[in-house]
């Protein structure tokens, strides 16, 4: 058998080949090595030994156990057992999530779709998503829109309806056929899709959604939402207008024009010129460079640009519109009937809000704004210089840390007799015994998750 590794790294490498259609990708789950690296790569998730429905986990793994399950793929008798359903609470909120937990056997087979799955799909992932992919994260998402959203007028807040219980399983086939000619390997997906859960020792069965819990739910998602990175991309490039944002005032352009002239031509005929001549050409040229400083180097703002910026992250994403209001509810309109008609998702109207940049955007648990000041600050040097406009701001929440400080009960909130909070320090008795190092970990371990999300504010 073939070392998995680089089984995955020839997927990769042909997968650059947008038009190359994958087969007999099902007999690498024949190959017994494939399991082992499966196993290795979920055996120390905090889920792993957490039993499904059949009460197996992947503890106590073997080659006959392994040997198994080749079998049934081989006569295709294996069918995936239903997940066993439990629900995990939101943050922020009374309503919980549906978690499928999966049976020990279906989680290693899951892992090696998983880890084939991504070998040929992550290098045609759009660079503008970021959830449940090998070096991103939801900070790589926060830092892109901070480098590319400048100066932008709007932001759309994209929120889809039960985004994992709503994808089409038809149109999930339908765009795992676009690359991938085995219908083994196919067929094996759909029996993923298909295998249903048990709630209250009830079995029900799944129509549409991927199960969250899954080994395959991440890929499967950015397949599907890879076709939203696709239009947005088409979109943007019909709806930016103009090269430039902004360009130099006609004066001062043709001031700059005039100096670096005299001085090209200057460097030509330097070595015929006499000493005399030098001098009255340097005079000249420190004339034109004075005249060209004493020019306000006017912007003018070109009323035709008009861009569109776009991150996304899982079923979350932000559109940066640089243009009118209006241009923001059109991307929103069309947005949500490509969502529609194309990936049968519905974008929750309530959500999904239009928001000035100059107020506060909500993405990722951080609040994003675009400055508009007009202060100016003075440097080391003694200069004054004018604070950039438009730079994109990241922002901790202010009831993101005051709620963690009354989670920990370091503190209540008074409020006073002309109806303002004030923060009052609490004494934590339950540490009066330990030393200062105890204290000192515990504090830090406390502020650390905090700190460490909120880093790059």
């Not at 970021?130 to 807040?157: D, M, Y």
């Not at 067929?187 to 048990?198: D, N, P, R, V």
């Not at 100096?259 to 031509?265: F, M």
């Not at 209540?412 to 540490?431: M, N, P, Y």
């Amino acid at each position: 058998m073939r070392n998995p590794t680089e089984v995955l790294k020839n997927l990769t490498e042909k997968s650059k080949d947008e038009s190359y259609r994958f087969q007999r990708l099902y007999r690498n789950l024949y190959n017994r090595d494939f399991y082992w690296l499966a196993y290795k790569n979920i055996y120390a998730n905090k889920g792993s030994m957490t039993a499904g429905t059949d009460g197996m986990t992947i503890d106590g793994m073997s080659n006959e156990r392994i040997d198994g399950i080749i079998d049934a793929l081989k006569d295709h008798s294996y069918h995936p057992k239903p997940a066993r359903r439990t629900y995990i609470a939101k943050k922020n909120s009374n309503k919980k999530r549906p978690l499928g937990i999966q049976s020990g056997d279906d989680k290693l087979v899951q892992e090696v779709v998983k880890m084939i799955l991504e070998s040929i799909y992550e290098p045609c992932f759009s660079n503008k998503s970021h959830g449940f992919r090998p070096n991103r994260s939801c900070h790589t998402a926060l830092s892109q829109i901070q480098k590319t959203f400048t100066g932008t007028n709007w932001f759309v807040e994209g929120d889809i309806h039960a985004c994992f219980d709503s994808f089409d399983h038809h149109v999930v086939i339908d765009l795992l056929r676009k690359r991938i000619d085995d219908e083994a390997f196919i067929q094996l997906i759909w029996k993923f899709l298909k295998a249903g859960y048990m709630e209250q020792w009830t079995y029900e069965r799944t129509y549409s959604g991927v199960p969250q819990g899954s080994g395959v739910s991440p890929v499967l998602c950015n397949v599907y939402l890879n076709e939203l990175d696709r239009y947005m991309e088409m979109y943007a490039e019909s709806f930016n207008t103009a090269a430039s944002r902004k360009r130099l005032a006609t004066a001062y352009r043709t001031s700059i024009d005039r100096a670096y002239r005299y001085k090209c031509k200057g460097n030509e005929i330097w070595e015929t010129l006499t000493k005399e001549e030098r001098k009255i050409r340097c005079k000249k040229l420190k004339q034109l460079q004075k005249a060209e400083k004493e020019l306000t180097p006017t912007v003018v703002k070109d009323t035709n640009y008009k861009r569109i910026l776009y991150t996304r992250y899982a079923d979350d994403f932000l559109i940066g519109v640089i243009g009118s209001k209006a241009d923001a509810e059109k991307v929103k309109q069309d947005v949500k009937e490509f969502l529609r008609d194309v990936l049968k998702l519905e974008m929750s109207d309530a959500k999904t809000k239009i928001t000035h940049t100059g107020d506060r955007a909500r993405f990722l648990g951080y609040d994003i704004t675009v400055s508009r000041s007009q202060t100016t600050k003075k440097l080391a040097n003694g200069k004054i210089q004018r604070c950039q406009t438009g730079v994109v701001k990241l922002l901790v929440p202010r009831e993101k840390w005051v709620n963690k400080l009354l989670e920990y009960k370091a503190m209540k909130i008074k409020i006073t007799e002309d109806g303002k909070e004030r923060f009052v320090a609490l004494h934590r008795g339950k540490l009066v015994n330990c030393t200062d190092i105890e204290i000192l970990t515990t504090y830090n371990s406390e502020i650390m998750g905090l700190y460490n999300y909120y880093s790059i504010a």
